[in-house]
C-alpha cells in the first residue's frame, strides 16, 4: 500500500514564528509533491507543490524542502499567521496520465496571537 | 472560474434511503475524484475516473456505493441504501492530463439519521 507519512499530527505555533510540517514517502515512482490547506467548512485547496527535479520552492511566506534521498519532504511557513490556522495535507503522485494523489493524514497547525 | 461545484451542500437523511451525491468537474478537466473525510479516517478516495470511464474504484466501501460518469462535465456519487456509517463531509476533485493538481469542490456533508 502506498503511504504518505505526516507529522505532527497539530501544532501550535505563536504568530510570527515558523511553523514547519514533515511528510516522508516510500514509492520512488511518486514525482509529484503538493500540498494542500483546508479551512473548516472548506474543500481541500492546492497551495504549493514540487517536482523531485529541484530541492526547494518558495512562494511568499510558504517554501518546501524537498529531499531524495531520504524520500521527504516539508512545508515551512515563515512568520506564520492566525490566519494560516487550518489543516495542511500533504501529498504525492507518480508521473502518469491518469495519476492520483495519496495524502497524508493532515496537520492541524494553530496560530496564537 | 466557477470552480469543481458540488449538489446539494448539505443533506439529511434516514438510514435506508437512497442519496445521490452530484458533481461538476472544472471545465477542460479530464479526470475527477470522489473523496469522503472524516474525522477517524481523515481524507479517502473512493472512485476515480479519466476520460469519464472509472479507473480505480478500490476505495469504494461496498456494493451500496456507485459513481457514475455519463459525460465530461457530470458525476453522481450514489448510496443505497444510506447508513449512519456513511455520515461525512464527501469531496469531488478534478484535474486536468498529467498535472497531478486536484481542485476541489466544497463538498457534501452528509448526515444519516
Known amino acids: 500500500q502506498q503511504q504518505v507519512k505526516q507529522s505532527p499530527q497539530s501544532l501550535i505555533v505563536q504568530k510570527g514564528g515558523i511553523s514547519i510540517i514533515n511528510c516522508a514517502y516510500e514509492?520512488?515512482?511518486?514525482?509529484?509533491f503538493p500540498w494542500y490547506q483546508q479551512f473548516p467548512g472548506k474543500g481541500p485547496a492546492l497551495l504549493i507543490a514540487i517536482r523531485p527535479d529541484v530541492s526547494e520552492k518558495k512562494e511568499g511566506r510558504f517554501t518546501i524542502s524537498f529531499n531524495k534521498s531520504a524520500k521527504q519532504f516539508s512545508l515551512h511557513i515563515m512568520d506564520s499567521q492566525p490566519g494560516d490556522s487550518a489543516t495542511y495535507f500533504c501529498?504525492?503522485?507518480?508521473?502518469?496520465?491518469?495519476?492520483?494523489?495519496?495524502f497524508g493524514t493532515g496537520t492541524r497547525l494553530q496560530v496564537t496571537l | 472560474d466557477a470552480g469543481v461545484i458540488q449538489s446539494p451542500r448539505h443533506e439529511v437523511t434516514e438510514m435506508g434511503q437512497e442519496v445521490t451525491l452530484r458533481c461538476k468537474p472544472i471545465s477542460g478537466h479530464n479526470s475527477l475524484f470522489w473523496y469522503r473525510q472524516t474525522m477517524m479516517r481523515g481524507l479517502e478516495l473512493l472512485i476515480y475516473?479519466?476520460?469519464?470511464?472509472?479507473?480505480?474504484d478500490s476505495g469504494m466501501p461496498e456494493d451500496r456505493f456507485s459513481a457514475k460518469m455519463p459525460n465530461a462535465s457530470f458525476s453522481t456519487l450514489k448510496i443505497q441504501p444510506s447508513e449512519p456509517r456513511d455520515s461525512a463531509v464527501y469531496f469531488c476533485?478534478?484535474?486536468?492530463?498529467?498535472?497531478?493538481?486536484?481542485?476541489f469542490g466544497p463538498g457534501t456533508r452528509l448526515t444519516v439519521l
Open positions: 475516473f479519466n476520460n469519464n470511464v472509472p479507473i480505480d
Open positions: 514509492n520512488t515512482a511518486f514525482d509529484y
Open positions: 501529498a504525492a503522485a507518480p508521473a502518469g496520465t491518469a495519476s492520483k494523489l495519496t
Open positions: 476533485a478534478s484535474s486536468f492530463g498529467t498535472s497531478g493538481s486536484e481542485f
